[in-house]
């Protein structure tokens, strides 16, 4: 049988009130806590890559970061997240190198069942969000599970992103829609 963990992880219908993701979810808000405390940035990149669970070398988390766990959060090289970042992560969170993210970005894996009385349950799921390389994801841009983009492309500010999209384009709107592609390097 799975834990609520393994079932959160998976996807699954899981149960938020379960004893061991509650006590991990104190954990990560108080080391998210603390980040956004901390002064000395030596002190801060230390701590970040102790709160999520795969990092590059060089990686800068601004301060205000709000987590639900922290260990679903895997960011790649060159990571680069502005102030009030808010990464959900029921589900996992996969960042690709050089990726950037905006001021009050959110990253939302987190979803309640539609029928009403399902939601009042308290039962939830997640979907993985996945995020390629060389991408740039404006200010106050949401994107939802089950979301994944590809390579080099670019979220304009305050953009609602409820699909996936593939490399090299400009995606802005709500919800989301290609307003640009944009040419490969060579």
């Known amino acids: 049988m799975k834990t609520e963990r393994e079932k959160m992880i998976n996807g699954d219908f899981y149960d938020p009130s379960d004893e061991e993701l509650i006590k991990a979810r104190i954990r990560a808000h108080k080391l998210a806590h603390t980040y ?14 102790e709160i999520f669970g795969a990092t590059g070398e060089k990686i800068h988390v601004e301060p205000g970061l709000r987590i639900d766990y922290g260990e679903n959060i895997s960011v790649g090289e060159r990571f680069y997240a502005n102030f009030d970042a808010v990464m959900l992560d029921v589900c996992p969170i996969t960042i690709g190198d050089n990726a950037m993210l905006g ?7 987190p979803e309640h069942p539609l029928d009403p009385i ?31 983009l590809g390579d080099n492309v670019v979220v304009g500010a305050g953009s609602v992103v409820t699909k996936s999209f593939g490399d ?9 829609r290609v307003i640009k592609t944009i040419p490969e390097s060579k």
């Open 36 to 49: 956004s405390q901390l002064e000395v940035e030596q002190e801060r990149s230390n701590l970040i890559k």
């Open 103 to 109: 001021p009050r970005v959110s990253l939302v894996t």
């Open 118 to 148: 399902e939601r009042n349950s308290g039962l939830e799921f997640g979907r993985p969000i996945k995020i390629g390389d060389n991408c740039w994801v404006g200010s106050d841009a949401t994107i939802i599970g089950g979301v994944t």
């Open 168 to 176: 090299n384009v400009v995606i802005a709107g709500n919800p989301a």
